[in-house]
């Protein structure tokens, strides 16, 4: 693995349309880049940007509620696949992301 790491794009690049996606949703997760309303917005930011409850802002926030959902869905799988052998799978994950790099 560099030094620096890898960016959400390098993982993108890397690990789309792989059984891996999962990991660069989760640095999407963490650097709120996911554009998603549920999961990009804090605490804080949510009080100074709270959404008119208009019928097309909820069906907006219907979609972006549904989105989340999939995206979180596809960390867990990740998560739970790492978590049935965590030094085996970690080594497989880094190996294959290193060999895409």
Do not use: C, K, S
């Not at 989760?26 to 549920?38: C, S």
């Not at 008119?52 to 989105?67: I, M, S």
């Amino acid at each position: 693995m560099p030094e620096e790491g890898f960016t959400p794009d390098r993982l993108h690049e890397a690990l789309d349309g792989t059984p891996f996606r999962g990991l660069a949703l989760w640095a999407d997760i963490i650097w709120h880049g996911t554009e998603n309303y549920f999961i990009d917005v804090d605490y804080e930011t949510f009080w100074y940007d709270v959404p008119n409850w208009d019928r097309e802002t909820v069906e907006w926030l219907t979609r972006q509620w549904h989105q989340a959902e999939a995206i979180w869905q596809e960390v867990i799988r990740l998560v739970e696949w790492l978590e049935e052998d965590p030094p085996a799978r970690f080594e497989e994950l880094l190996r294959f992301t290193e060999e895409r790099r």
